[in-house]
């Protein structure tokens, strides 16, 4: 199984941007479509962006279309969201997960991911 490691979040002031990386290890990442998502304080968990495999198809939550970007390197195993012209309701946990299933079409859904990473909070203030 692979291991996931969020990094990069960190405080910052609306408009500004943060790059996040999920670093894996254990097996290689190209064997899985990835996601980000996010959990803010008193809600529940929601998708942000997936990418495939190959990185040749990725998706967004209409919040973050334009704003916010996923990529990958598969040979650094590692996945990164860069998140520009950031705003207060994009505070929260941000994951990364791996779907070991769906590799060529990266879908929203938490529970088609079969590993997590432990998060890291991004908080931007107004």
């Known amino acids: 199984q692979v291991q996931l490691v969020e990094s990069g979040g960190g405080l910052v002031q609306a408009g500004a941007s943060l790059r996040l990386s999920c670093a894996g290890s254990?097996?290689?990442?190209?064997?899985?479509?990835m996601g980000w998502f996010r959990q803010a304080p008193e809600k529940e968990r929601e998708f942000v962006a997936g990418?495939?495999?190959?990185?040749?198809?990725?998706r967004y939550t209409d919040a973050v279309k334009g704003r916010f970007t996923v990529s990958r390197d598969n040979a650094k195993n590692t996945v990164y969201l860069q998140m520009n012209s950031l705003k207060p309701e994009d505070t929260a946990v941000y994951y990364c997960?791996?779907?070991?299933?769906?590799?060529?079409?990266?879908?929203?859904?938490?529970?088609?991911?079969?590993?997590w990473g432990q998060g890291t909070q991004v908080t931007v203030s107004s």
């Open positions: 997960a791996a779907d070991a299933t769906r590799l060529s079409v990266p879908t929203g859904r938490d529970s088609f991911y079969d590993y």
């Open positions: 990418i495939s495999w190959s990185g040749r198809s990725t």
């Open positions: 254990g097996r290689p990442l190209s064997s899985y479509g």
